[in-house]
């Protein structure tokens, strides 16, 4: 828009730059207040003199954070896996075949996008109970690619119906079936879609409070938020000691952030152009 | 609810520009015989149906009864859970909120995110570092931060201090504990974490404008304003369409900050239809009003959304 750097630009680049300070203000509140002794009475934003780290240490173990970030990853890791199994697949036939079993089997699944899950809420906790499925992660695994399938399915679909069948008949012509030329040929050319519905469910699965507050909350398998949330609800108000715990649950999810944070961001950014 | 989970009911809202002519490809493939096996759906609507279309059928169906969700025997009930839903104060209250934060947080998310876009699409050094730090809230757990924006909101807490260095002591008072102002508490906490969000997709369109489009407004003389309001505006209605939609269903199925800041309280201040639903089931065991509360919320989600798209496809056109 602008060729040159003017004094506009510079007006301007020094107004972001204080309204981005501003949006970090809350996280380095959050860094500062888990460093201080548990009686401090300061500001958030005070520093003090020495920083312990004593508030780790206890909220480590009395959160039982360990088990919990080990729920997380496991829960997000296989979810994210069976979400890209299921939904590259079923796209395939619904982006190649014309006849019209696909394009309604199509327009079931994206149908999903409009029903929140609040509607289906009651029954299926009813259901998973009777299966004695509370308690166990794969409920949780399982609602998890249920509820994902009509986004997936429909970014799947849309690039699908855009790549060119080139490909498909080459390895149609050197005698490759249908299972391996989908295996080997058409899944790899889905790349950028994977790498969206990846970063999209990761974050997703990973920060989800209310699913996993349903079926896991009260036993020893919760993740990272529902186990945060317990921990803040016995602690009511020792804020450096709660904070410590909140460092830790989001360490992991801001490490990736700002190592991949180029993908990250245009994988929230492509989720939308498709 | 995590954003990215509403986020996922926007695209909806796409215009089908990707789907290919089907006549075309479809005599090539016929002749070449590319063959997508049927049966390759078949574990994608497996778990779609038993996750999501049995239980919300069953969920829509059980609103009209009295099924309690551990007697097997149920009976109809007529519309008697929607009678109690309507003349129940909390569940009044809880639409009523959900409404109003939805919308507060769609209008402010939605200027902010485009005012950060537009600083950041612009010649800054530190244009990319801007925009890191602006999304960098996107991703953080939405409990974990409420948690630390009931920290920074209470009576001792920063907000109120810097209120009180500035000499505006005056406003300094218990944002989350005074009813009045504890639901626009928790709008400013989704409006701090997911403006990011609105930023990237306007970002997106702002860089698909094509630049020989501004040269030619700036030939014909517009200035900067008018050729923001009659030129780029109207190249980003696609990414107003996907914006709104986001925020509006994430603002409708909100629940995860209210849960951390204020539990929806004080008194019923801040519950919202989400909560009003995770309480009357779970806390007093009335699954026949929360199912019937599920059901309206189902409907408020689908008017909203269809009244947004056909006024936003309106514009287009």
């Known amino acids: 828009m602008h060729a040159r750097y003017t004094w506009r630009t510079l007006s301007r680049e020094a107004t972001l730059i204080l309204l981005a300070l501003l949006f970090l ?32 240490a206890q909220a480590w173990t009395q959160a039982n954070l360990d088990a919990a970030l080990a729920n997380s990853f496991a829960i997000t890791a296989v979810s994210v896996v069976l979400i890209i199994a299921f939904s590259a697949m079923a796209a395939y036939p619904l982006a190649r075949v014309t006849r019209g079993w696909s394009r309604y089997a199509f327009y079931f699944v994206i149908g999903g996008l409009l029903i929140p899950g609040q509607l289906a809420l009651l029954p299926l906790y009813a259901t998973m109970r009777d299966l004695g499925l ?36 080459a390895a149609l012509l050197d ?7 989908f295996v080997t040929v058409v899944f790899p050319l889905l790349r950028p879609v994977t790498g969206t519905v990846v970063i999209l469910n990761a974050v997703g699965i990973w920060n989800e409070f209310f699913t996993p507050l349903l079926y896991l909350g009260g036993s020893d398998n919760t993740t990272s938020p529902v186990a945060i949330y317990g921990f803040v609800s016995q602690y009511v108000s020792q804020w450096p000691l709660i904070f410590a715990g909140l460092v830790i649950s989001v360490i992991p999810i801001l490490v990736v952030y700002f190592a991949l944070q180029k993908h990250i961001i245009k994988g929230f950014a492509g989720g939308l152009k498709g | 609810m995590a954003l990215p989970h509403a986020t996922t009911t926007a695209p909806g809202a796409r215009e089908p520009t990707a789907q290919a002519p089907p006549g075309v490809s479809g005599k090539t493939r016929r002749k070449v015989g ?38 097997p025997v149920w009976s109809f009930v007529g519309l008697d859970n929607y009678a109690a839903v309507f003349s129940d104060r909390t569940a009044r209250a809880a639409l009523g909120n959900t409404l109003l934060l939805a919308a507060a947080a769609t209008v402010a998310q ?37 948690y630390v924006w009931s920290f920074l909101l209470s009576p001792n807490g920063a907000v109120n201090d810097a209120l009180r260095a500035v000499g505006l002591g005056a406003l300094a008072h218990d944002w989350l504990g005074d009813p009045d102002t504890a639901l626009y508490a928790i709008v400013a906490e989704i409006v701090w974490q997911f403006s990011g969000y609105s930023m990237v997709i306007y ?3 702002l860089q698909a404008i094509p630049a020989e489009v501004l040269e030619a407004a700036t030939i014909d003389g517009a200035g900067a304003w008018s050729k923001f309001r009659r030129v780029v505006l109207p190249l980003l209605n696609g990414a107003v369409v996907i914006n709104v939609m986001l925020c509006l269903i994430g603002g409708l199925k909100q629940f995860d900050q209210v849960m951390a800041m204020t539990g929806g309280g ?52």
């Not at chain 1, 060119?164 to 008949?169: I, N, R, S, W």
């Not at chain 2, 096996?37 to 009209?64: D, M, Q």
Request: net charge neutral.
């Open chain 1, 175 to 181: 005698g490759c079936g249908p299972v391996r030329s």
């Open chain 1, 134 to 169: 509370l308690g166990s992660l794969w409920s949780v695994i399982l609602i998890n690619v249920g509820q994902q399938m009509p986004f997936s399915v429909f970014l799947y679909t849309m690039f699908l119906r855009e790549l060119p069948l080139d490909y498909e008949e």
């Open chain 2, 110 to 146: 939605n200027v902010v995110g485009l005012l950060l876009a537009l600083g950041v699409n612009s010649m800054a050094r530190s244009r990319y570092a801007l925009r890191v730090i602006f999304f960098a809230p996107v991703v953080l757990t939405p409990l974990v931060a409420g």
């Open chain 2, 203 to 205: 970002l997106a369109g």
């Open chain 2, 34 to 71: 590319v063959h997508a096996p049927w049966w390759f759906v078949v574990p994608a609507i497996a778990v779609y149906l038993f996750i999501v279309v049995v239980p919300s059928a069953n969920g829509a169906l059980f609103s009209f009864t009295d099924w309690n969700g551990l007697r």
């Open chain 1, 25 to 56: 203000v809350p996280l380095v509140g959050l860094l500062n207040v888990s460093l201080k002794p548990q009686d401090s009475q300061t500001s958030a934003l005070a520093l003090e003199f020495p920083p312990t780290l004593g508030n780790y």
């Open chain 2, 266 to 317: 004080p008194g019923t201040a801040t519950e919202t239809i989400s909560t009003a639903i995770y309480k009357s089931a779970f806390s007093l065991g009335d699954f026949p009003f929360s199912i019937a509360l599920a059901v309206v919320m189902t409907v408020v989600i689908a008017i909203l959304a269809t009244v947004q798209f056909r006024l936003t496809q309106r514009r287009t056109s």
